[in-house]
């Protein structure tokens, strides 16, 4: 054990200054194959939006595979509601000189925000009245961000590291944890224990 | 890791608006997800901010007896798997105080409330992992069981909780395989490695035991928790589920089933091997010795073996980086504290 961690601690009357004020409230979308939709994948906390794309890259970008990682502050999207009704949305024309706005979507309740494509209008209430109508049908909510306002990480950068990751994920484990379990259960018995893992991921 | 393990919730649905709250009991009866901008009862914003707490504390702390052994792990291989589990779990501690947030408590209130001791975070992490099987028992049991409650809080109504839990188990599932590798190399191997094992697995039983929370009060289901769907399988049942799939596995394994007596530091001073961990013949569940809950309490309010350790470990990590994030959020930096 470090000396750090045997030491007996001695702290201050008071804490630290909370430091909580000036951190900034981040929406991380990542994206699993080039060509694929960007998926909601989280938020975070940090200073700014260049700490907040390491940061993304740190913690979404390692928990699986992805190519490409969005961010943007929350404070600049603005969505619909979250309706259990046919979303009302009036379409109107691209404007090219315009604002472009992505357009993210969600399914159903408690389904992750899915990237949909792009409108082109001058101000948020047009736009999202028209991402409505364009991408809303069947969604219980549709939600439009300033392209300009999303940071991406670099083209070709290595998010998810090319080396084995075999270690960090359950599927790295599953042979070699059957051929064990075979050395010391019956086929049935594994067969009811496995009925708790979480099949999905292995 | 957690498993957001019942924090203690008086909730009062009396003090709702009774028109909404029946319009939204009914919402949540037809498996409707609830989202942050929805009308929700008080109760259930102040409960599910306290079960959110409570798991994204767990989280960090419960990182703390695994990173302990980081620089001591046996292997390369084992080493990068430890360091990336505890990358996890506090990423997990990030994501559900953001949770939180949304639910009205400022993030920082919430890692100061930690290591003030306001508030709590699950019982397990207050005992000590003195050798690597109990890394090993840690990932096999305690996030064995963490998954099984956890699955249940994804079938939960909350839908930026339900959102982060399937992220989170995506993780948990790393963590779990990774343990059952552990154990079963560990008793594969030599004489030594199968007693090391055995005393660790004395030491985890009884907290995996008491991980799920007391027993249930006879009405659960119809209580606030339950019937707002916070969580959506009771801790009794929680409980027999993981004995049924746990215990015959240990057996299997070679591992003996023991009631422990244990010391203040948690060490096992005596044991004998527990008569009632057996099949029931009618109903096919396994039966357990009922933990010592005098001890759970004990634990709770902040006598377990390592309470005042982690809390302090936790202050001391938070003091320490308290120049480096005033340095980032103002551009400024000033000389780290002695250490």
């Known amino acids: 054990m470090s000396k750090i961690r045997e030491q007996g601690f001695t702290f201050a009357d008071e804490l630290p200054p909370a430091t909580d004020s000036v951190v900034g409230h981040y929406v991380v979308y990542t994206q699993k194959k080039e060509g694929a939709p960007h998926r909601y994948a989280g938020w975070l906390n940090a200073p700014d939006i260049d700490m907040a794309t390491q940061y993304a890259c740190e913690h979404y970008g390692q928990d699986e595979s992805c190519v490409n990682i969005w961010l943007h502050d929350r404070s600049r999207m603005h969505e619909t509601p979250v309706s259990d009704t046919p979303l009302p949305g009036e379409d109107a024309p691209d404007d090219p000189g315009a604002t472009a706005w992505t357009v993210f979507t969600q399914k159903r309740r408690g389904d992750i925000h899915v990237e949909q494509g792009q409108v082109q209008l001058g101000d948020e209430k047009t736009a999202l009245s028209a991402a409505v109508a364009r991408f809303g049908q069947g969604m219980t909510q549709v939600r439009i961000v300033p392209r300009d306002s999303m940071a991406s990480t670099e083209v070709d950068r290595v998010i998810w590291r090319t080396h084995d990751q075999g270690y960090r994920l359950a599927k790295g484990y599953s042979k070699s944890v059957r051929a064990k379990w075979d050395a010391f259960r019956k086929t049935e018995d594994i067969e009811e224990y496995r009925k708790d893992d979480i099949e999905n991921h292995f | ?339």
């Open chain 2, 1 to 339: 890791m957690s498993g957001a393990a019942n924090p203690v919730m008086n909730i009062d649905p009396s003090l709702e608006d009774q028109d909404k709250l029946a319009e939204f009991e009914q919402r949540i009866a037809d498996g409707v997800l609830i989202e942050p901008g929805d009308w929700m009862p008080d109760a259930y914003r102040i409960g599910m901010l306290k079960m959110a707490e409570h798991h994204a504390n767990s989280e960090i702390i419960g990182a703390l007896p695994e990173g302990e052994w980081i620089t001591r792990a046996p292997s390369l291989r084992r080493k990068l798997a430890l360091t990336a589990k505890v990358q996890d779990e506090v990423g997990h501690g990030q994501m559900l105080y953001r949770v939180s947030q949304d639910l009205g408590k400022p993030r920082e209130e919430m890692l100061r409330d930690l290591i003030t001791g306001k508030t709590k975070y699950h019982n397990c992490f207050n005992y000590p992992a003195p050798t690597w099987a109990d890394i090993a028992m840690i990932q096999w049991l305690i996030d064995g069981a963490a998954i099984m409650n956890q699955k249940t809080l994804a079938d939960g109504a909350f839908g930026p909780y339900v959102r982060t839990m399937h992220r989170i188990n995506m993780e948990e599932a790393f963590h779990f395989k990774s343990g059952e590798d552990m154990v079963l190399t560990l008793m594969s191997g030599t004489k030594k490695q199968k007693a090391m094992t055995q005393e660790a697995f004395d030491r985890w039983w009884g907290p995996s035991i008491m991980f799920f929370g007391p027993h249930d009060k006879p009405n659960c289901e119809q209580l606030p928790p339950m019937k707002w769907r916070m969580k959506t399988e009771s801790n009794d049942s929680l409980r027999q589920r993981f004995l049924n799939r746990f215990a015959p596995a240990a057996l299997d394994l070679g591992l003996l089933i023991h009631v422990c007596e244990k010391d203040e530091e948690g060490m096992v001073t005596s044991k004998k091997v527990d008569e009632a961990c057996v099949p029931d013949d009618t109903t096919g569940n396994w039966g357990v010795t009922d933990p010592d809950w005098d001890e759970f309490f004990r634990v709770i309010r902040g006598n377990g073996p390592c309470n005042a350790h982690r809390v302090a470990l936790r202050r001391f990590s938070y003091e320490q980086g308290a120049w480096v994030r005033r340095a980032i959020a103002s551009g400024t930096s000033s000389l780290p504290p002695a250490a």
